[in-house]
């Protein structure tokens, strides 16, 4: 009886630490110094309190390595904002323990909008009704922009899906 209130007592403490853990950062807005980039999506911002976080830019997916634009979006997103100070306003934390968030850089521009506004990105629509980035993603397929001058462009979730099908 008495190792099935300790283990209880541990199960809830881990779970509060664990659900603590994923709205610690959410509506925050972080500040600090992109010192890597992972691909076109990710990156490393290293804050003042020289706490170094993995961002994941929300509501977007970018082309995964070794599919078509994965470099381009890469580079994009390395020209905009590696080395630079920038702004992360946090919306949760994923289950790879990465803050997801909406990136500002250069005062006012969106990552988020501009790798989608530029054809390296599709708006991740599983995870977002964000009609400004239907509006981006919809301009960038009609001007043939980025990935989009591709016929035959494949999501980045279905190119995943396909690739665990393969290895089946």
């Not at 541990?10 to 659900?19: K, R, V």
């Not at 994923?22 to 500040?31: A, E, Q, S, V």
């Not at 521009?109 to 400004?132: F, M, P, R």
Request: proline share 2%; net charge positive; aromatic share 10%.
């Amino acid at each position: 009886m008495k190792l099935r209130i300790i283990l209880f007592v541990i199960l809830i403490s881990l779970a509060n630490n664990t659900t603590g853990q994923n709205i610690k950062y959410k509506d925050t807005l972080l500040t600090g110094k992109v010192v890597a980039i992972t691909d076109g999506d990710t990156f490393k911002l290293l804050t003042q309190d020289s706490i170094l976080h993995r961002i994941r830019i929300a509501n977007i997916d970018c082309p995964e390595r070794k599919q078509p634009y994965s470099k381009k979006a890469k580079q994009f997103t390395s020209d905009a904002v590696f080395g630079k100070f920038i702004n992360v306003d946090v919306i949760k934390t994923d289950r790879y323990g990465r803050l997801i968030g909406i990136v500002i850089y250069t005062d006012s521009l969106i990552l988020n909008h501009e790798l989608v506004k530029n054809g390296l990105a599709w708006h991740y629509v599983k995870y977002s009704n964000d009609k400004q980035l239907d509006s981006l993603e919809n301009f960038a397929k009609i001007n043939k922009v980025g990935l989009w001058c591709e016929n035959d462009a494949i999501a980045p979730w279905e190119w995943r899906s396909n690739k665990k099908k393969l290895k089946k």
